[in-house]
Nanobody, 127 residues
Framework: QVQLVESGGGLVQAGGSLRLSCAASGRTISSATMGWIRQAPGKEREFVAAITWSGDSTNYADSVKGRFTISRDNAKNTVYLQMNSLKPEDTAVYCC????????????????????WGQGTQVSVSS
């Protein structure tokens, strides 16, 4: 099993920044893809970003490209999501997710591609 614990959420004004962290423990899969998925009130879950565990490939939702950056620190088994130029529409619960093994990048945006999930951290952006 893999345990994922998110941190770093909070309340920020529009235009501000936050950095989310996702610490993985347990049976860490070296070939796993790590992703961030968010869910706003009354809306479906939305893919935000993903990164291979090696860090050689990333993908972003169009809505966050140029503002968010996903990265990882393998020594700390941690994945980060740096969020800049935040907008009120970024308000959501952000969840970290991981796959058991390598998956095709074309499937990263699918919620069902991920096997392990964290509890999520709330991000609120005021206007």
């Amino acid at each position: 099993q893999v345990q994922l614990v998110e941190s770093g959420g909070g309340l920020v004004q529009a235009g501000g920044s936050l950095r989310l962290s996702c610490a993985a423990s347990g049976r860490t899969i070296s070939s796993a893809t790590m992703g961030w998925i968010r869910q706003a009130p009354g809306k479906e879950r939305e893919f935000v970003a993903a990164i291979t565990w090696s860090g050689d490939s990333t993908n972003y939702a169009d809505s966050v490209k140029g503002r968010f950056t996903i990265s990882r620190d393998n020594a700390k088994n941690t994945v980060y999501l740096q969020m800049n130029s935040l907008k009120p529409e970024d308000t959501a619960v952000y969840c970290c997710a991981a796959t058991k093994a390598y998956i095709s990048p074309s499937t990263w945006v699918r919620e069902g591609s991920y096997d392990y999930w964290g509890q999520g951290t709330q991000v609120s952006v005021s206007s």
